[in-house]
């Protein structure tokens, strides 16, 4: 274990020139660069209060302030997963040329969509001030919720990098399946409005669980039960083993077919 620690800290500044060169290359030729962070959580919470507000009549508080901080942990799951999906098929000239420990290349999205993400959570605290919400001490404690979810897209990353790189079709279809998750991740409505059998499913959504956690912590106070990390926790931990097991067995074929 120590050797791969080692390893790491040893390529952690090529990590930094990674993330760097995401984030550049992300904001390129655009003008308002990393604001455009800030404001595309802002307006996607109009469009969605004024159509869901008044069309269905959600009976939520602070309707705003529920919607966006959905999108906080539900576009943060979306981009960092679907960015490490193709790290390693992007990086082919360059893994081709010197070895380079393939996994740094999956991790610097992850770590491009954390600084996206802050950009957002800033978002949030702003609309929270300018709406009077109160700014309690549990808005500290949202690194566990945030650090369990940065652990499961990683975790998700490896897996989807190691699968897209021999099957390209992945990528189109991921497209799809996050299409269909949106719609079982409370972001944009109450669980409370479901039926039974409905709610069921939404609650196997691992992001469910994290989602729930954030917004208990941002919006109403309310500290998470042990039960509920303990769960979000297992899940997390097992999905970033159980992607890191796949990717580093599968890591030396890589060469073959990208």
Request: glycine share 4%; hydrophobic share 55%.
């Amino acid at each position: 274990m120590s050797v791969y620690v080692q390893n790491f800290l040893k390529f952690r500044p090529l990590l930094k020139e990674l993330v760097t060169r995401d984030i550049k290359t992300k904001y390129r030729r655009s003008i308002l660069g990393v604001l455009w962070t800030l404001l595309n959580p802002l307006l996607m919470m109009l469009v969605l209060s004024v159509v869901f507000s008044h069309i269905f009549k959600f009976q939520v508080e602070n309707y705003p302030l529920y919607i966006l901080s959905g999108q906080v942990v539900f576009n943060f799951f979306s981009e960092s997963t679907s960015s490490a999906m193709s790290s390693i098929i992007q990086n082919a000239p360059l893994i081709k040329k010197v070895y380079i420990p393939k996994y740094l290349f999956t991790l610097s999205r992850v770590a491009s969509s954390i600084v996206n993400v802050m950009a957002s959570f800033c978002a949030l605290i702003v609309v929270m001030i300018f709406s009077d919400v109160e700014l309690n001490f549990t808005v500290l404690l949202l690194i566990v919720p945030m650090a369990i979810l940065i652990v499961l897209s990683t975790g998700v990353g490896l897996l989807l990098a190691t699968i897209a790189v021999k099957f390209r079709d992945i990528i189109h279809l991921y497209g799809v399946l996050i299409t269909a998750l949106t719609y079982l991740t409370p972001v944009i409505y109450p669980i409370s409005i479901l039926s039974p059998k409905i709610r069921f499913f939404v609650e196997l959504n691992p992001l469910t669980g994290i989602l729930n956690m954030f917004r208990n912590l941002m919006l109403y106070n309310t500290l998470p039960t042990l039960g509920q990390l303990l769960i979000s926790s297992v899940i997390a931990v097992g999905t970033f083993l159980f992607g890191l097991f796949v990717f580093y067995k599968s890591q030396d074929k890589f060469i073959l077919n990208i």
